[in-house]
């Protein structure tokens, strides 16, 4: 297998301000690697040394083992749209795919992108959502190996959400790699087989979804119940209370413990279920073992 990315002791400080503080990972290709953290964790920066947008005070990275960094190797959906007047969808695709090498062919970048009703729309009149379509399809023109993805799906109806995963989906197939940033952590959980998390500089976690249960050794147990906060708050096993509309989450170390801690209350509670915590909660228990 071949590393499609490797990064090495990078560095970065935006003035004084420490934003990266020795990141080191690697990417294997056919993977879908997700880039998680809080905002302002860095994500972004990172992203744009990796792609050679922005200067890294120190470290290095390279892309497919290259000692020159070739662009036509790699895709960068940026957060930002690009957006010009008066030059239509089907002209700037057409544009874009004439930088590069070996560009995708037209009629996959439409399909990829789900454009195919938009080509003769101006590149500014097009909806947010639109716009990030069309961002994506100028990502795909060079038929990079190795694509970044820096919040894709933000303004994305459900409908194209779905779409934009499955087609996601057919590039790793096609044995296409994938860095990806997003805070729609639902989409990420189905989508990454690894997520690699930023936190205070540093990369807190890196591993599969599953790892990071493990290493957390926490579960949730959820519920609904009339009864007040303070009741769960109070029984020895619960690390945690959250509650929202009577819904309560609960996490927990000990499971078992916490369950025969319940059994007072049982008749007030209903739709009891435990499960392994997702990422939204993991994260923020990595978080919490962190301070
Ligand atoms: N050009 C810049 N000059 C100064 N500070 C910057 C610059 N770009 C980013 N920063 C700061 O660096 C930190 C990391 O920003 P970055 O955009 O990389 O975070 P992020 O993880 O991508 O955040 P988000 O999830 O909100 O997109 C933030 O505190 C941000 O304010």
Excluded: C
């Excluded at 070996?102 to 947010?128: F, R, V, W």
């Amino acid at each position: 297998m071949t590393t499609a990315l490797e990064v090495k002791h990078i560095n970065k400080k935006y003035k004084n301000k420490v934003v990266l503080n020795d990141i080191n990972f690697s990417i294997q290709s056919g993977e879908i690697v997700a880039l998680i953290g809080k905002n302002g964790a860095g994500k972004s920066t990172l992203i744009n040394i990796i792609t050679k947008l922005i200067q890294q005070d120190s470290g290095q990275s390279k892309i497919f083992e290259k000692e020159k960094f070739d662009r036509n190797l790699i895709g960068v959906m940026m957060q930002e749209n690009i957006s010009l007047d008066r030059i239509t969808v089907k002209e700037i695709i057409k544009l874009i795919r004439t930088y590069y090498r070996n560009p995708m062919s037209y009629q996959a970048i439409l399909a990829l992108s789900e454009l195919q009703n938009y080509t003769n729309h101006p590149m500014d009149k097009l909806s947010g959502g639109q716009k990030r379509k069309l961002q994506f399809a100028l990502t795909l023109a060079g038929n990079p190996d190795l694509i970044f993805l820096d919040e894709p799906t933000v303004g994305m109806d459900a409908e194209s959400r779905t779409k934009f995963w499955k087609h996601i989906d057919e590039l790793k197939k096609q044995g296409k790699t994938f860095l990806i940033t997003s805070h729609y952590l639902e989409e990420l959980e189905k989508v990454a087989n690894r997520f690699i998390f930023l936190h205070n500089q540093k990369i807190i976690f890196d591993g599969s979804l599953n790892e990071m249960g493990k290493q957390l050794k926490k579960v949730q147990v959820t519920f609904n119940s009339e009864l007040i906060e303070d009741i769960f708050n109070k029984l020895p096993a619960v690390l945690r209370v959250s509650e929202l509309n009577h819904h309560y989450t609960l996490i927990t170390s000990d499971v078992n413990s916490l369950i025969t801690q319940l059994v007072p209350y049982l008749s007030a509670i209903d739709n009891l279920e435990i499960r392994q915590q997702n990422l939204d909660t993991l994260m923020d228990s990595l978080i919490r073992n962190e301070e």
